[in-house]
Nanobody
Framework: VQLVESGGGLVQAGGSLRLSCAAS????????MGWFRQAPGKEREFVAA????????DYADFVKGRFTISRDNAKNTIYLQMNSLKPEDTAVYYC??????????????????WGQGTQVTVSS
């Protein structure tokens, strides 16, 4: 399983970015997918997750109303639309795969596969 993130970059506060995660998984719908982030000197933290069918989602409180997670199983791709970005959103963002499709989990240990990450920098 390979996960490759893209779409990161430098943006001003208040701006938007759309992250993508391309997954080399035969049947992506069998996996819950998540986004995590890690800022310098901090632990990796949960951002959002989406169930295999896309019917269930979960968001960390600090992104609710600003970020939207979605998936296109036919394209083997997961997305994270990030709006109203703040400087505190600056981090490396990681895509992760949880090998079950029903529950949207927040724990890092629930996810077996991880991408290499994409840097998001929000300037003030």
């Amino acid at each position: 399983v390979q996960l490759v993130e893209s779409g990161g970059g430098l943006v001003q506060a208040g701006g938007s970015l759309r992250l993508s995660c391309a997954a080399s998984i035969l049947t992506l719908s069998r996996y819950t997918m998540g986004w995590f982030r890690q800022a310098p000197g901090k632990e990796r933290e949960f951002v959002a997750a989406i169930s295999g069918s896309g019917g269930n989602t979960d968001y960390a409180d600090f992104v609710k109303g600003r970020f939207t997670i979605s998936r296109d199983n036919a394209k083997n791709t997961i997305y994270l639309q990030m709006n109203s970005l703040k400087p505190e959103d600056t981090a490396v963002y990681y895509c992760a795969a949880d090998p079950q499709s029903m529950y949207v989990n927040r724990g890092r240990s629930d996810y077996d596969y991880w991408g290499q990450g994409t840097q998001v920098t929000v300037s003030s």
